[in-house]
């Protein structure tokens, strides 16, 4: 038995005992005329459902995507990404924890402080330590590491591209050497998905080449019909488990081209085709400038389906946030809230605060007299510059803290923005307050 | 205003302009019949007032002892230390927070997890960055590290004792240089008492001479009186302080003089003369054998006043915490639970375990299945493990979780012996523990 409470452990087996799930509901067809007041009684219906009969979300043993509101101008959504391990509201913000921990914050923490619905763990890192098959015997990553919301893995393909040097791409997959002890190892197609289903992942991602920015046309167009190959390989493979399994696990396919929009949509139309359970635009966040980057989600977003969830892997900073979910993006997952705020930046409803600057050697207040985060409510600027100074734990900690409730608060207002169709005004705020701030 | 809760700020704010409290209430006098019922009745009281009256607790703005059993065979001692930030079950161990926080733990898991109702911090360390001044300025080190609870500093004279080399020894003070930046200070008897004024400690220490083990009899005796002398100065300058203050913080003078019991007994009856409101023994874990650390605790217990709390400074490991409080001592602190924490040691109620090992590889079970503390009730073995492998903070948070409990815990079960007048049983017990271990 693991050492986590009754409730628990209990919630973690019911849910890995529960039989076959039923297929996806159907969801509308593509384009329908935006919805208006009905979503209203449709959260009030999941919302009283939830009360009446808990146990029916972990009965819930699939993963399906619910539309709750669309903006009419921008195409942004508002939506509840239901899963094995709880039902998520969308857009959503994923913290990461590479090594099956976000760094310096309990279980505690993220699940009930801050309400952090699903995170982010690293196949590549956790491949190589502990090893898929430890954790699989102890029960899954969820019991592992004590998580009882849901978690998304990625493939390894982003960490092993950026093992230069260290890694060699086949049409089979990738040969690479640890970081950790300088063994090879091979990541396929299939081996990545049974990699993630060894760790019980709510949703896993098809292994991708991500190329490095910039490179020419044909090798991105090499690498992204490898990509779809993997794709194509990885969801054979994955329906071949689904079929043989007890448990239910998403995998979602990652939309390559570098910085080519006609690669892309070639890309996307290819994955569409595959039919999954949601769609990933990759090969972000890789040197290329941040315009950039929201074309290459722009070339793709009236190609992947409306009524599936799309994730931009790897974005992005805080005012970019409401830029991708204009462009139709439900999922983001970035080390930036963790990396920044143990390096002393601390994001905050003003904009960034460098916590090592002598202004704040006596300042009294929070970081964020508008947060609500345990760090703004109970310590100032002034402690935390001095933790950060004197490189104290306890300062990454609380700082993480804060900045990954800054991100989600954003996502929150951006949900709340679109449910209420004031999502145009809303963006237009952010973008004139980054410009206020540059 | 600080960021700390508004429920919080008052409570300090009350505190600090409380008028000047009356002198300590008188004790009984040395050496009485040990006390058997009464002391049950007392306590009930006390908890009686304390639920009807919760505003007494601070108005109580005074160091006071109470004590609630004592131990027929040994001499160990339970009892009640009122401070101005609350009352203190004793024998109590202080958790240590060198920088103005216990490494990797909050105010949270401190104050309301853990349960700890008094911490130390470093005078040296805080004198030096972020200073004294600025800790006045910030309201004080309560309100600067957002602590509800008591605080005892010492003097700062350990560690500059520690930094051989860089500092010289007058019979005026001590002149050294900081760590940080080379900078030359000078710490005399009345600075530290004002430096620790400034930070607005519940419990001030003078500053001692701690020589280095071994000396010689001759140096360990200049050094004893020199210490003796500095106590006397120290205690002029507090109680001057004291008459122009509206706030009460205590001065514990400090019993130095080696491994020499003849200078222990001189050293402790000079001090007694200053009728202080309580006494530390100093000078141990200076690399003395672990016997005489507990003789030189002996060479004192019958000079120091009964009726006045008996702090052993900086020890001890886990079976040792009886030990001493079997030779009276009631206060204690050790940076040995966070250290060894971090470094990967974890005390268990059966034994030392190093989380490392291979065997904990897939062990699922708690480092501790009788421990109650988050950690254990939350994670296993096996995953503090990967975390401490992988060289994530989280491990170092959790584990100091763990390791101040358990020492808590400890305390709890000493003074619960001492209550139920089984203490010399709990002691056979721990003894032969210990020897099984061995």
Redesign the interface.
Same mark, same amino acid.
């Not at 090594?99 to 505690?108: D, E, Y």
């Not at 703004?376 to 100032?380: G, K, Q």
């Given at each position: 038995?693991?050492?986590?409470?009754y409730s628990f452990q209990l919630y973690c087996a019911d849910v890995h005992k529960a039989p076959a799930a039923p297929p996806p509901r159907p969801l509308p067809p593509q384009r329908p005329p935006v919805l208006t007041l009905p979503f209203l009684s449709l959260r009030l219906s999941v919302s009283a459902v939830k009360i009446l009969f808990p146990r029916l979300q972990s009965d819930l043993s699939q993963i399906s995507f619910e539309l709750v509101a669309e903006c009419p101008e921008t195409g942004a959504r508002a939506g509840l990404l239901h899963t094995p391990h709880g039902a998520i509201e969308t857009p959503v913000f994923m913290p990461v924890g590479t090594?099956?921990?976000?760094?310096?914050?309990?279980?505690?923490d993220l699940a009930e402080d801050l309400g952090v619905k699903i995170l982010l763990a690293n196949t590549y890192?956790l491949f190589l330590?502990?090893g898929h098959e430890?954790i699989r015997?102890?029960g899954g990553l969820h019991r592992?590491?004590?998580w009882p919301n849901a978690i998304l893995t990625d493939s390894g393909g982003f960490q092993v591209f950026s093992l230069s040097g260290l890694r060699k791409i086949t049409d089979e997959g990738v040969i690479f050497q640890s970081h950790l002890d300088g063994d090879l190892h091979t990541f396929t197609p299939e081996s990545t998905v049974d990699v993630q289903l060894a760790f019980g992942s709510d949703i896993c991602m098809v292994l991708d080449e991500c190329p490095e920015y910039p490179v020419t046309h044909e090798y991105a167009r090499q690498s992204m019909h490898r990509t779809v190959r993997w794709a194509q390989q990885a969801d054979r493979h994955h329906r071949m488990r689904m079929s043989e399994s007890a448990t239910r696990h998403a995998l979602f396919p990652i939309v390559q081209g570098s910085m080519f929009p006609d690669l892309r949509a070639v890309c996307a139309r290819s994955l569409v085709d595959l039919d999954s359970d949601g769609y990933a635009v990759g090969g972000l966040s890789v040197g290329e400038p941040r315009a950039l980057s929201l074309e290459m989600v722009e070339a793709t977003r009236d190609i992947l389906p409306r009524q599936k969830p799309r994730y931009a892997m790897g974005v992005g900073m805080p005012k970019e946030l409401p830029e991708y979910v204009a462009r139709g993006i439900d999922m983001m997952d970035c080390v930036l809230p963790s990396r920044n705020a143990r390096n002393g930046y601390l994001f905050t409803s003003e904009g960034r605060l460098i916590v090592k600057h002598a202004r704040y050697?006596?300042d009294?207040?929070?970081i964020d007299e508008k947060c609500q985060c345990?760090t703004?409510?109970?310590?100032?600027r002034?402690?935390l510059r001095? *933790?950060f100074? !004197?490189g104290?734990? *306890?300062y990454? !900690?609380?700082a993480t803290r804060h900045n990954v409730r800054r991100y989600l608060d954003i996502m929150c207002e951006i949900r709340h923005a679109i449910i209420s169709f004031t999502f145009p005004e809303y963006l237009k705020c952010v973008r004139s307050a980054s410009l206020d701030a540059e």
């Open positions: 038995m693991l050492c986590g409470e090594h099956a921990a976000v760094k310096g914050l309990s279980q505690r890192h330590r502990p430890l015997k102890m592992f590491m004590s050697k006596d009294e207040r929070p345990y703004c409510r109970r310590y100032s002034s402690y001095h *933790l100074l !004197s104290e734990i *306890l990454s !900690s609380l």
